[in-house]
């Protein structure tokens, strides 16, 4: 981050004797009489330091999970109609999925890039992220770190007083997603836990708009769970030499290359499994859904076919397209199979 400092001596009574200038804000403080100090704060948004943000969290990928939250929340609205008496639609309840969909995952990733600055910067492959290159301070991170995490807890307010379970779970949701930054440090389950972070969009969006259990939302968030470690223990194959040689927990540098992919694949099956069982106990799905299971069985394929682990653009190809694909095709589908039932 850009930083100019001006100080100045006076027997003014009124001198500036420090003023900090950074890309963001400009802070002045000023002496009017000993003892007596008045500190004036500017601020004034950047629209290059907000871009860099939006890439520490890697933003786009917010992708990922959102549609799985999103088509979760329309299953539950689907049966609140049913219902009898039926449970009324509220905005408010949408604008508080996407509120917090957005403001937990930027907490997680945040949080994830100040943990691992250090990781990153002995890394080939990440020493170019914004910490270790210093686009972005340490401080600054963990500030919009907790700025995120603020940011959820107030979305979860959005709920009530409907429902108090969103705001009662807020903090140990965040312990846990937040947790995720440290378990490649102890466990090979590192993937898995990302995936069980995942796991709670579906599950989360779910509860907040029906508090009632159902396997419905079980099932999805598991198919999430093994989805997202699937593609997690693909994407590290990148870091294999490297997290062996600094002794990093993950599938790959335990298994190596080829186990790791067949691990990668299993997983994927059980994700697929998963999804056979939603419209299974879900009347309102219909054989477009089934389709699409199938549809997403075919992709998956195609992912696991041109992966070449040491071809690095097509791990990244498979990490984001083909994974945004899956997602938002059933998010549609899914909308689609409802709105037809209900037509």
């Given at each position: 981050m850009n930083r100019n400092f001006a100080e100045q001596s006076s027997k003014d009574k009124n001198a500036t004797i420090r003023t900090e200038v950074t890309d963001r804000a400009e802070f002045s403080f000023k002496i009017n009489k000993p003892g007596n100090y008045d500190v004036h704060i500017s601020y004034s948004a950047n629209p290059n330091m907000i871009r860099k943000y939006l890439e520490l969290i890697r933003f786009s990928h917010t992708?990922?999970?959102?549609?799985?939250?999103?088509?979760?929340?329309?299953?539950?609205?689907?049966i609140n109609r049913q219902s009898d008496p039926p449970i009324d639609f509220r905005l408010l309840d949408l604008l508080g999925i996407l509120f917090c969909m957005v403001f937990?995952?930027?907490?997680?990733?945040?949080?994830?890039?100040?943990?691992?600055?250090?990781?990153?910067?002995?890394?080939?492959?990440?020493?170019?992220?914004?910490?270790?290159?210093?686009?972005?301070?340490?401080?600054?991170?963990?500030?919009f770190t907790l700025f995120c995490a603020v940011g959820f807890i107030a979305g979860t307010t959005l709920f009530l007083p409907k429902n108090f379970?969103?705001?009662?779970?807020?903090?140990?949701?965040?312990?846990?997603?937040?947790?995720?930054?440290?378990?490649k440090r102890f466990t090979i389950l590192a993937h898995w836990w990302l995936g069980a972070a995942l796991m709670l969009a579906p599950i989360a969006a779910w509860i907040a708009i029906r508090p009632v259990f159902s396997v419905v939302p079980v099932f999805l968030g598991l198919a999430v769970l093994f989805w997202t470690?699937?593609?997690?223990?693909?994407?590290?194959?990148?870091?294999?030499?490297?997290?062996?040689?600094?002794?990093?927990?993950?599938?790959?540098?335990?298994?190596?290359t080829r186990s790791a992919l067949r691990i990668a694949a299993a997983s994927h099956v059980i994700m697929l499994l998963f999804l056979f069982l939603i419209p299974l106990n879900y009347p309102a799905f219909g054989?477009?859904?089934?389709?699409?299971?199938?549809?997403?069985?075919?992709?998956l394929l195609i992912e696991h076919w041109i992966v070449n682990p040491h071809d690095p653009s097509r791990i990244n190809f498979v990490f984001f397209w083909l994974n945004i694909i899956i997602s938002l095709v059933l998010l549609l589908v899914g909308t689609i199979d409802i709105w037809l039932i209900r037509a």
């Open positions: 992708l990922f999970a959102m549609p799985f939250a999103i088509l979760s929340a329309i299953m539950a609205w689907e937990a995952r930027s907490a997680a990733m945040a949080f994830n890039r100040w943990a691992d600055q250090n990781i990153d910067a002995e890394n080939p492959r990440t020493v170019r992220r914004h910490i270790p290159a210093g686009n972005i301070s340490s401080r600054h991170a963990l500030f379970i969103p705001i009662i779970a807020s903090i140990p949701v965040l312990f846990f997603l937040c947790g995720y930054s440290f378990a470690a699937g593609f997690d223990v693909v994407y590290s194959l990148q870091d294999e030499q490297f997290d062996r040689k600094k002794r990093l927990f993950s599938v790959p540098a335990k298994f190596g054989m477009l859904t089934w389709g699409t299971i199938a549809f997403i069985g075919v992709i």
